[in-house]
């Protein structure tokens, strides 16, 4: 009995039945050492990533090849890869929604249980507008220290460890070293950064107070607006990682960090005390939590490309990379988990 089905030809398909799809190309010398100059590997090959590769000519791989050779070339194109590959925008948006929850509540518990100083003068210092000020005022002023018990301190530190794990995550990423695993015991160290993180914007606003006391006020203000950003930038990770990355690795990232916040603080402190006013009179505190929001998702944005900026420069097989590593010894996918070998 025939296998063909009425009214269709010998050899025709039947009709719906999926057309086997070609099978894709072997990548050949020149894909595989483009893929290499910019840290990538083939499983990790997108399909968009191999139509690109297929539509180029050999021409065109030979002048990309020679571009990364060249250290400029080499760290924008690692640079472009590590940002794809962290999902930089996704991130952020994680790590500034965390921030926002995290970190100002902590903030607040301080101000409402110590009374050192309202939340307004801790979280935005004098660019608050009144309104804006009135708001965060109320919400200390009027629940007290009644409000934050011990059971209610407890849960605010906990949910605050959510920051924590997901910085510990985009810096994995960033480093490609596999998954950080914290036994038990280690878990304080979430609740340390987060805290690091509540502290430095206490102490940079009563700290920047003094310091404008003190000739020249420009020159200390600015030198404290470099300092702690490249502080939290470098402790951080190497706190959350368990010191699986050496300082001296963390450190090109940091202080680019924190050079990129003394070029954006005039902007960012205009930003804050224009936008918040606006923000404020029309939608009244809801403009102002989405204001805030929108200032640290730049902030993490810039934290987390400093970061891989920093990485490529840390590994790069050129005589910045051999400077700043020292006698390090690291690959350019791997960074030694011993942390004693990164003290």
Same mark, same amino acid.
């Given at each position: ?18 057309? @086997?799809?070609?099978? !894709? ?7 595989? @050492? ?16 191999? =139509?690109? +590769? ?6 065109? =791989? ?14 924008? #194109? ?10 930089? #925008? ?14 100002? !509540? ?5 101000? /409402? &249980? ?11 210092? *004098?660019? &608050? ?12 002023? *009027?629940?007290?220290? /009644?409000? #934050? ?9 906990? /949910? ?22 914290? !036994? ?7 609740? @340390? ?15 920047? =107070?003094?310091? %404008? ?9 600015? +030198?404290?607006? #470099? ?8 402790? $951080? ?17 940091? &202080? ?6 003394? +070029? ?15 923000? *404020? ?11 805030? +929001? ?24 050129? $005589?910045?990379?051999? &400077? ?6 690291? %690959? ?5 988990? %011993? ?5």
């Amino acid at each position: 009995m025939s296998d063909v089905q009425p009214g269709l030809e010998p050899g025709a398909e039947p009709e719906g039945r999926p057309e @086997a799809q070609p099978a !894709p190309r072997a990548l050949d010398e020149k894909d595989l @050492a483009l893929l290499a100059a910019v840290g990538g590997v083939p499983d990790d090959l997108t399909d968009l990533q191999r =139509k690109v +590769l297929d539509r180029l000519s050999p021409r065109s =791989k030979v002048r990309l090849l020679w571009m990364v050779d060249n250290w400029p070339g080499r760290v924008v #194109f690692r640079t472009v890869s590590g940002l794809r590959r962290l999902q930089i #925008f996704d991130r952020a948006m994680t790590i500034a929604a965390q921030l926002f929850t995290s970190v100002f !509540p902590i903030i607040i518990m301080g101000a /409402s &249980l110590f009374g050192g100083q309202n939340a307004s003068s801790a979280i935005g210092g *004098a660019g &608050l507008p009144p309104d804006a000020e009135q708001v965060l005022n109320d919400t200390v002023s *009027a629940g007290g220290s /009644s409000t #934050f018990g011990i059971v209610g301190v407890l849960v605010v530190l906990v /949910s605050a460890t959510s920051l924590s794990r997901a910085m510990t995550r985009a810096y994995d990423t960033v480093w490609r070293h596999g998954r950080t695993k914290l !036994p038990p015991k280690g878990a304080w160290r979430w609740l @340390a950064a987060v805290m690091v993180l509540a502290l430095s914007i206490v102490v940079a606003k009563s700290v920047g =107070k003094v310091l %404008d006391k003190v000739p020249p006020p420009d020159a200390w203000r600015l +030198l404290l607006i #470099f300092a702690i950003p490249a502080f939290v930038a470098c402790y $951080i990770p190497w706190m959350l990682m368990a010191g699986r990355v050496a300082v001296r690795l963390l450190a090109p990232g940091a &202080l680019m960090f924190g050079a990129l916040m003394v +070029l954006a603080h005039p902007f960012a402190d205009h930003y804050l005390s224009t936008s918040i006013a606006v923000s *404020a009179a029309r939608f009244g505190p809801i403009g102002v939590a989405f204001t805030y +929001l929108t200032y640290l998702y730049c902030v993490s944005w810039a934290l987390l490309a400093t970061a891989v900026l920093g990485r490529v420069l840390a590994i790069d097989p050129g $005589i910045v990379g051999r &400077l700043i590593r020292g006698r390090l010894r690291v %690959d350019d996918d791997y960074v030694d988990e %011993d942390p004693t070998a990164n003290a």
